[in-house]
Every structure is written in C-alpha cells, then in structure tokens.
C-alpha cells in the first residue's frame, strides 16, 4: 500500500466516523480527498483530465508537487494562530452574553485549531499545551454560568497566551479582549435552553 492510498484511507475514515466535522472543515477536507483520490491514481500514458481553471493548481505535476502545494495552502502554525484568535473573540462576546453553549463550542474549535497547528508543528506543542490549564478553567465558568468567574478565567487565558507568544519568540503579537463584534451571534433567544 502506497503512503498515499494510506492517507486517502485515513481521511475516508475521518469523514465517514464525523460527518459534522466534515461540514465544519468544508473546502480544505474537500481539497485533502480530491488531492489524495488524484494521487493514488496509477500513472497512465493517457493525457491529463481537462479541469477548470480552478483546479489546475492542484492537479498537475508531481504527486509531491501536489502535496507540497497542499501544505503551503495549510501552512504551519500562523493559519491555526488566525482560527484561535477569531475563537478568542467570540469567545469573549459569548461570555458578555451569558451564552454559555456558544462560549463551550468555542473552546472546542480553539482546542481544534490549536491541535491542528501543533500536527503540523509539533515544536509548537509544549508552549500549546499552556492552554490547557486556563481553557479547563473557563469552562469551569462556563458550566456554573458565572459571568464574574468567566471574565476573571477569561483575564488569566489573555494573560496565558501572551505568555506562549513571549515563549514562541512573538511578542509584538500582543491578544486582548475585543472592542468589535465580528460574528452575528448575540445573546441566546429568551427560554432556548435547548442546543
């Protein structure tokens, strides 16, 4: 078995055991499967397929061209950094709102993203792992619907992840809670208590 129809084996396994994380990760699982399916495609001496132009970045040259290209729209731990930092904010207008369901799957998503990076830089790991401890707090917050505990775990996770990024040799990359909403999701409609 070829290293490529082992990843295409893998990520056929990850689809079908969460369909739900399949529709959250939209385009770059598609694009993932698509590259993997071409991959492990036998080598003919038939012309290439006619794609659009849309697809042909992906499609041609090499399968470690493909993959490299692949991995350069994934990049390293910058792209997971931009994820958490856009979970960081919703997470801090979930606890205004007292909405305690969209504060608990934000968490979810920062520990997502934070595990996605650290797969692929795993010498990120041990400073990501300072997460830890103040992402359990929160939730603790969270789970007993104390808006004061949850502004006071949400103050140490600010001042945590201003650590990691002093740790990672970053710290111009100074996070603070938001002055700005950028999502649509307010306060829990009034008796919606079920998710």
């Known amino acids: 078995m070829s290293k490529f129809t082992k990843i295409d084996a893998v990520a056929t396994r990850r689809l079908e055991g969460d369909r739900g994380e399949r529709a959250r990760t939209g385009g770059v699982l598609a694009l993932l499967l698509a590259l993997t399916g071409a991959c492990t495609r036998e080598p003919s001496d038939s ?76 010498k990120r ?31 140490t996770l600010t001042t945590t992840c201003n650590a990691c990024h002093l740790a990672e040799r970053v710290p111009f990359v100074r996070v603070q809670p938001p002055t700005v909403r950028l999502a649509p999701v307010g306060p829990p409609a009034v008796g919606d208590d079920d998710p």
């Not at 792992?129 to 104390?146: H, K, Q, S, V």
């Open 47 to 122: 012309p290439a397929p006619e794609v659009s132009g849309g697809e042909a970045w992906l499609l041609s040259g090499t399968n470690d061209e493909r993959f490299a290209r692949v991995a350069r729209q994934l990049r390293g731990f910058d792209v997971a950094m931009v994820e958490t930092g856009y979970r960081y904010g919703e997470l801090y207008w979930a606890g205004q709102d007292q909405n305690w369901e969209y504060a608990k799957y934000q968490i979810e998503k920062i520990r997502t993203a934070v595990s996605n990076g650290v797969e692929r830089r795993p």
């Open 125 to 155: 790991g041990p400073s990501a792992r300072m997460l830890d401890g103040p992402l359990a707090a929160i939730e603790e917050a969270i789970a007993a619907g104390d808006p004061a505990l949850f502004a006071a775990r949400y103050e």
